[in-house]
């Protein structure tokens, strides 16, 4: 029996964690799968971090990210050098991951091929194609031309039915950013910035704050910023640790409104490995990324996302997320809340996590594996 040839296409840091277990478990399955990775390195040095972690080597490599790219650089370069690859290793079917321009550009390479398509955490949506911009569309497009669709939660499953996905091609699966993070967590963890070791985490009362979405930069940016000062002002045994993105827009902002002031540690972006741990220690989190809506919740730590919309409500709705925005009372108020309320600490806290159990990626590939009729085990589906 030929080997079912699988490939996988990612480009960014959070595409490479949520796809690096995904990958090993493939690993697994030596005598009847042949795994392939491809990787834009849409995000170079983020992306390597991961990479480096997991133990996983590319195959393939475009390193198609240069300095002032746009989404017309992003989509074109990977597109033709996806084709190139396609070309060449001719698999049976195609993973790509999430939202990003990396994944619609994979989706649409494999479709020209007519190359089946898995796409690893589908049907998440806001329901506005501009909020999260461009991953809402990037998701949708991408739906449009997969043919195994694996759905982290039944949400997810919902919105693809409405859709008009067929129900035979959705399988619920948890999110595999679940199982990487159970592999990276460690109690025993020693970060290579002293800095972070020096911080008194039992003592005193540390916000985790990362921002970088296009929507919120400038005045969004500012308002946030602000209500954090007022927040330091106001209570004396708080610490702010805040990864600033290195994009200048969004550094500019934040040297303006938060340079030099006691208690905010402004530090670079942080691999893989430290963020996930220095989750783990904090008291509160704040931010507008997507991927720390599902990881903090399986943590216990309570997240405040400064945005106007989520396609990840099932965090609202176990009540372990909530939405904030970015007006500046909106954002202060509902963190001192948790700063004050016990109760309220405690519920968002000690809420279920709703994305996952450690063993989606076990999941997809025995969903890959059934569908290929390589095995007769059809995966039982992720229930909350």
Do not use: C
């Not at 277990?21 to 030596?30: A, G, N, S």
């Not at 983020?46 to 989509?75: C, E, H, K, W």
């Not at 996952?356 to 909350?384: C, H, M, N």
């Amino acid at each position: 029996m030929e080997k079912l040839k699988v490939m996988t296409i990612f480009g960014t840091r959070p595409e490479a964690i949520k796809m690096a277990p995904v990958i090993l478990e493939l690993q697994k399955f030596p005598a009847e799968v042949e795994v392939t990775v491809a990787v834009t390195a849409q995000h170079r040095e983020m992306l390597d971090q991961v990479l480096n972690l997991f133990a996983i080597r590319p195959d393939y490599d475009l390193n198609i990210m240069s300095a002032g790219q746009t989404l017309f650089d992003i989509t074109s370069r990977a597109l033709l050098g996806l084709n190139k690859i396609l070309e060449e290793v001719k698999p049976n079917i195609v993973l790509v991951h999430g939202d990003t321009t990396t994944t619609f550009a994979g989706a649409l390479a494999a479709y020209y091929h007519q190359i089946a398509v898995g796409h690893v955490e589908a049907g998440l949506r806001t329901g506005n194609k501009f909020s999260p911009y461009p991953e809402e569309m990037n998701r949708k497009l991408t739906a449009a031309l997969t043919d195994l669709n694996f759905a982290p939660t039944n949400t997810a499953k919902e919105n693809l039915l409405r859709e008009g996905i067929d129900a035979e091609k959705i399988f619920v699966t948890g999110n595999t950013v679940i199982d990487a993070l159970y592999k990276t967590v460690r109690r025993d963890f020693k970060f290579s910035d002293e800095l972070l070791n020096a911080i008194d985490y039992d003592g005193k009362r540390i916000i985790l704050v990362t921002t970088h979405r296009r929507e919120n930069w400038g005045e969004p940016l500012r308002q946030i910023y602000r209500a954090l000062k007022k927040l330091l002002a106001e209570f004396p045994d708080v610490e702010i640790i805040f990864p600033v993105h290195k994009n200048p827009i969004v550094r500019e902002v934040v040297d303006e409104e938060l340079g030099n002031l006691q208690r905010v540690h402004l530090i670079d972006p942080l691999d893989y490995e430290p963020f996930a741990n220095l989750m783990n220690r904090v008291k509160l989190i704040l931010t507008d990324s997507g991927g720390v809506q599902e990881e903090a919740p399986a943590l216990g730590k309570p997240v405040l996302v400064l945005r106007d919309t989520t396609e990840r409500p099932e965090a609202v709705d176990a009540g372990t997320v909530k939405l904030v925005g970015t007006n500046f009372d909106n954002v202060y108020q509902n963190a001192k809340i948790l700063l004050t309320d016990a109760d309220e600490y405690k519920k968002m806290s000690e809420s279920h996590n709703p994305y996952g159990d450690g063993i989606a990626a076990q999941r997809i590939v025995q969903a890959i594996l059934w569908s290929y009729k390589i095995s007769d085990v059809k995966p039982t589906p992720f229930e909350l």
